[in-house]
């Protein structure tokens, strides 16, 4: 981790929020992201998917990883939490692809 990502980490609220687009099968994963905009695109992007969310103490966070613009958390998949399901409407959903697709645009542009 770097040390832009320890600092990031370090700022984060204890405990942090997390979600995950995924297939139900693998809601309780390794990446996770503090951004929905993000987790939305995940589960979205093969139209199969899921948005899962947690909260966990900052300590069990292995790490925070930004070098895709996803503000990645690990988590250890074996630890025991509490997963529940964020319900969108489809309204929601296309708020949420809409604010990523304009950071990823800013991003690249940058």
Partial sequence: MSPEGRAV??????????????????????????NLDVAVWFAERYGL??????????????????HRSEYEIILNPRLRWQVG???LTPAQISECEARYSEAKTKTRAS
């Fill in 85 to 87: 399901r964020v319900d």
């Fill in 49 to 66: 998917g899921k948005v899962f969310t947690t909260a966990l103490p900052r300590a069990k966070v292995i790490a925070y990883l930004d």
């Fill in 9 to 34: 980490l370090a700022s984060l609220p204890d405990p942090v929020q997390v979600y995950r687009g995924a297939l139900p099968k693998f809601a309780r994963g390794l990446s996770w992201t503090t």
